[in-house]
């Protein structure tokens, strides 16, 4: 393949508006997602859950191939899927070690039965490929709707169990002392990052969807440690990889994830230069009383 056939499958912004108008659905399902995954990845983060993302993709995966196989509705089955592992995550591994065990035991299956069902499936190869890495043209009104109803859900959710969440994340023992209902409070969050993960399947595919959950809430934790900041730069790092990726992929003729996660990336990778340089800034001052301990906190 030549460099201009790889540039034209890459960026051709021939009848870009054209396309613009076919992908609505898809470019506001992505600004949705990238604020919602952005805020709740820094709980994930924070809770050092980055590792459960990927388990409850697995299983998401395997509900949306199992709904496309027996034609019900794909959001629905990867919301199955999602719930099913998430709150087996959050009843049975309440330590980081169980915890681990218990997603490294429901990856594999997740993974083996949803390339089950895609194998046994008659239809179209973009169905397949897409669970995988995202469609660009895969939200249609209905989805859309149940998408954002969903993420209405878990930001009024979070918002509500912030508080204690936060309490919990940093210091789970001292939050327990402090009469914080930590097992409740675990197995909230889990049920919301699994109704989260499904949604994220949808737009970036399962394989890929650390992307929109984890990068973005550890890039604003590169250069920040803020107990506001933090999550501001979070989602906007989530919306702009989410929404500019897909406005890349528009012009091209791939799948929409790998324009997503390289702009994830790049975030990630100016934050974690600039990060030092503005880490020795901060250190170069003596910072207020209350500076100082939100800092401490947000450690």
């Known amino acids: 393949m030549s460099t201009d056939d ?46 459960a993302v990927h388990g409850i993709s697995e299983l998401s995966f395997a509900g949306a191939a199992g709904a496309l196989l027996f034609g019900a509705n794909v959001v629905v089955g990867s919301l199955a899927g999602s719930l099913v592992a998430a709150i087996l995550i959050g009843l049975l591994g309440s330590k980081a070690r169980d915890r681990n065990s218990i997603i490294g035991v429901l990856m594999p299956f997740g993974l083996g039965l949803g390339i089950l069902f895609l194998a046994l499936y008659p239809g179209r190869s973009a169905n397949k490929f897409g669970l995988l890495t995202g469609q660009i043209v895969s939200v249609d009104d209905p989805q859309l709707g149940l998408l954002i109803v969903i993420s209405i859900v878990v930001l009024i959710a979070l918002i509500l169990l912030w508080r204690p969440l936060s309490f919990d994340s940093l210091d789970p023992d001292v939050a327990a002392a402090r009469g914080v209902p930590s097992r409740f409070v675990s197995l909230a969050f889990m049920v919301l990052l699994g109704l989260t993960v499904a949604v994220s399947v949808q737009i970036i595919g399962a394989l890929l969807v650390l992307a929109l959950l984890v990068t973005p809430a550890a890039a604003a934790l590169r250069v920040s440690s803020s107990p506001v900041l933090v999550p501001v730069l979070s989602m906007l790092f989530g919306f702009v990889s989410a929404v500019g990726g897909i406005l890349l992929a528009i012009g091209g003729s791939l799948p929409i994830s790998p324009y997503i996660t390289t702009i994830s990336f790049l975030i990630y990778l100016v934050c974690r230069i600039v990060g030092p340089r503005t880490a020795s800034g901060r250190r170069g001052r003596r910072a207020p009383v209350g500076e100082t301990r939100h800092a401490q906190v947000a450690r």
């Open 6 to 51: 790889l540039w034209g499958r890459l960026f051709n912004f021939q009848d870009y508006g054209a396309l613009l108008e076919l992908v609505q659905n898809s470019i506001i399902a992505g600004a949705v997602l990238g604020i919602v995954g952005g805020l709740i990845g820094v709980f994930v983060m924070q809770r050092d859950m980055a590792f």
